[in-house]
Nanobody, 120 residues
Framework: QLQLVESGGGLVQAGGSLRLSCAAS????????MGWYRQAPGKQRDFVAR???????NYGDSVKGRFTISRDNAKNTVYLEMNSLKSEDTAVYYC??????????????WGQGTQVTVSS
């Protein structure tokens, strides 16, 4: 059973920074892409950033220039460096991964989420 475990959330003042991590563990062949989504109370889950195994990244419009996604393929871990945080960045942040299994089928996984709260 594959698991995604996020860490690094917390409370930060507006203008501050946080770094989220998400580590994948379990039996897999490889991870094709990993990303971050977020969901604020009463709102839908929105795309934040995604990165392929080759390092190609893309971002949601609201975080471009402030957030940076990166990954360590050897550790099956993806990171999200968040700078210049705003109160509207407050949300539960979820890690997501497209995983190529030993069976060569692809499956999508979600982490349990980590809370990020930005105080103004």
């Amino acid at each position: 059973q594959l698991q995604l475990v996020e860490s690094g959330g917390g409370l930060v003042q507006a203008g501050g920074s946080l770094r989220l991590s998400c580590a994948a563990s379990g039996i897999m062949f490889s991870i094709k892409s990993m990303g971050w989504y977020r969901q604020a109370p009463g709102k839908q889950r929105d795309f934040v950033a995604r990165i392929t195994s080759d390092g190609d990244a893309n971002y949601g419009d609201s975080v471009k220039g402030r957030f940076t996604i990166s990954r360590d393929n050897a550790k099956n871990t993806v990171y999200l460096e968040m700078n210049s945080l705003k109160s509207e960045d407050t949300a539960v942040y979820y890690c997501n991964a497209d995983v190529l299994l030993i069976s060569r089928s692809t499956k999508n996984y979600w982490g349990q989420g980590t809370q990020v709260t930005v105080s103004s």
